[in-house]
């Protein structure tokens, strides 16, 4: 076909731009194009001519900052707890201001950063109480430029300080909460999942929307933990059952198995001495096989308040075995709530729905995909059995009527009552209707 007639047909473009919604380049548009036509030659257009159809767009699309505004309107109309605020001459304060502001007044406990001077001043000044550290990983390649500049790689206490880099990097953060985190690899892992949506190339419009759909991905894998985190129970592996069964009801699924191998270690922690205080006790324990390395436990009488001189549930909100040695010891099976931080529970979600109002997209989901399952089971049980099919339907019939009556402004219960909690309500048959050739009193019409 000579190139005067090559055109894309408005079915080829209406497919092209789903398929670059989704992230999909042109190059990769025009080979499923010619599968689907069964060869190159039978795909009446090239890809620059698609690269042209994509840039006649852009120019019919209106000035790119006024496409962006549109867009976001829209999402604002889907989703009305989207934030968003456009200014022309925006800095870091602007920024960590509006961030202050899309969370509700809440500030950051801990920041971690690079070293910008910009970015420190702006956090002084917006979040002056928040603990900020920069990156273990930038102060080490620091130390290396340090070290190669004044030539003092072979001195002895150069080595024997760069041996103990773990300990001085973490020195930095110790008491203050900034859950295990020394370098900024969190933002940078985040920078690469980005990056598989966006490109250098896009727009700012072609920027948003694919920045949207990788926020799509990452609260549909978020929804998939939270279900998974709600439906089902992890194996038992450590001998300390009871306390490890009370992390699994409490913790997240991914902090649970951060606290297993804590559960496990404290297996090898011993209490070598304890002293009575009166209102506290004060135990002193060390790993088996390394005398001469202590550590303090204090904690109350009652054993409700637990702390450690290593700090750890300080810095990362979770009881560490120097602590659970000390549980042990006092026979406690479960973890204390003192120990427990409400940010790694299981209602975290749900406790920052009812302080901030805003139901997230991967709350709702997940409490729908919980009941879908659970009521799945149900069925599944009571269809083999009347009594049992009757017990359930009352009991959802029931439910459906009180929460209509809550939507409708009606808080009170059905007249009927609840089912009594020390057994089942009366079976009852449905409600008979009037039906054709079915009269009012089940007698036949003449």
């Given at each position: 076909?000579?190139?005067?007639h090559?055109r894309?047909?408005e079915a080829?473009?209406?497919q092209m ?9 042109v ?9 689907l ?7 009446p ?13 852009r120019?019919?699309?209106g ?5 962006c505004?549109?867009?976001l309107?829209?999402c604002?109309?889907?989703?009305p ?10 800095t ?8 202050q502001?899309s ?15 910009q970015?420190?001043?702006?956090i002084?000044?917006v979040?002056?109480?928040?603990h900020h550290?920069?990156?273990a990983?930038?102060?080490?390649r ?7 500049k004044f ?19 973490t ?11 020394r370098?900024?690899?969190?933002c940078?892992?985040l920078?690469?999942v ?5 490109k250098?190339?896009y727009?700012y ?11 799509m991905?990452?609260?549909?894998k ?7 985190c709600a ?7 450590i001998?300390l059952?009871?306390l490890?069964r ?7 699924r991914?902090i649970?198995?951060l ?5 496990d ?9 304890s002293?009575?205080n ?5 135990y002193?324990v060390?790993r088996?096989g ?6 303090r ?5 009652d ?5 450690c001189t ?5 810095c990362?909100g979770?009881p560490?075995?120097h602590?659970?040695a000390?549980?042990v010891l006092?026979?406690?099976h ?6 427990i ?14 302080s901030m ?6 709350v709702?989901l ?7 399952d659970w009521?799945?089971?149900v ?6 059995s ?14 459906l ?8 402004g009606?808080?009170?219960f059905p ?11 009366p079976a009852?048959?449905?409600p ?6 079915n009269g ?5 019409k003449?």
């Amino acid at each position: 076909m000579l190139p005067g007639h090559w055109r894309m047909s408005e079915a080829d473009i209406e497919q092209m731009n789903d398929m670059r919604k989704g992230g999909i380049g042109v190059s990769q548009i025009h080979d499923f194009m010619a599968s689907l036509a069964v060869g190159y030659h039978n795909v009446p257009y090239t890809t620059r001519e698609m690269h042209n159809v994509n840039a006649k767009q852009r120019r019919e699309g209106g000035l790119d900052a006024e496409s962006c505004l549109r867009y976001l309107r829209e999402c604002k109309i889907n989703d009305p707890a989207l934030y968003y605020k456009e200014v022309v001459d925006e800095t870091y304060v602007w920024l960590l201001q509006q961030l202050q502001i899309s969370m509700k007044g809440k500030a950051p406990v801990s920041i971690i950063t690079d070293d910008d001077r910009q970015m420190k001043s702006a956090i002084e000044q917006v979040f002056p109480e928040a603990h900020h550290r920069l990156c273990a990983w930038y102060i080490l390649r620091k130390w290396f430029e340090m070290v190669e500049k004044f030539g003092i790689a072979d001195k002895r206490w150069v080595q024997d300080m760069y041996e103990r880099r773990h300990s001085w990097a973490t020195a930095h953060i110790r008491e203050k909460f900034f859950a295990e985190f020394r370098t900024t690899s969190r933002c940078e892992g985040l920078h690469a999942v980005i990056s598989r949506y966006v490109k250098s190339r896009y727009s700012y419009t072609e920027f948003l929307r694919h920045f949207h759909r990788c926020l799509m991905f990452v609260r549909a894998k978020e929804v998939e933990a939270d279900f998974e985190c709600a439906k089902s129970d992890p194996v038992m592996t450590i001998n300390l059952k009871q306390l490890e069964r009370s992390a699994a009801e409490n913790y997240t699924r991914a902090i649970f198995y951060l606290f297993v191998p804590i559960l496990d270690r404290a297996c090898a922690i011993r209490v070598v001495d304890s002293e009575d205080n009166g209102s506290y006790f004060i135990y002193t324990v060390s790993r088996y096989g390394t005398p001469g390395k202590d550590w303090r436990v204090v904690a109350t009488s009652d054993t409700r308040e637990v702390r450690c001189t290593c700090m750890r549930m300080e810095c990362f909100g979770v009881p560490y075995e120097h602590i659970i040695a000390v549980l042990v010891l006092n026979n406690v099976h479960e973890i204390l709530r003192s120990l427990i931080l409400p940010r790694w529970t299981k209602d975290a979600k749900l406790v920052a729905v009812q302080s901030m109002g805003v139901i997230w997209d991967s709350v709702q989901l997940t409490q729908h995909w919980c009941l879908m399952d659970w009521y799945r089971k149900v069925c599944k049980i009571a269809c083999h059995s009347t009594e049992k099919f009757q017990f359930a339907r009352d009991i959802t019939m029931l439910m459906l009527k009180h929460f209509k009556n809550e939507d409708a402004g009606d808080t009170s219960f059905p007249p009927e009552g609840p089912p009594t909690e020390g057994g089942r309500g009366p079976a009852r048959n449905p409600p008979r209707r009037n039906t054709k050739g079915n009269g009012a009193h089940g007698g036949k019409k003449t």
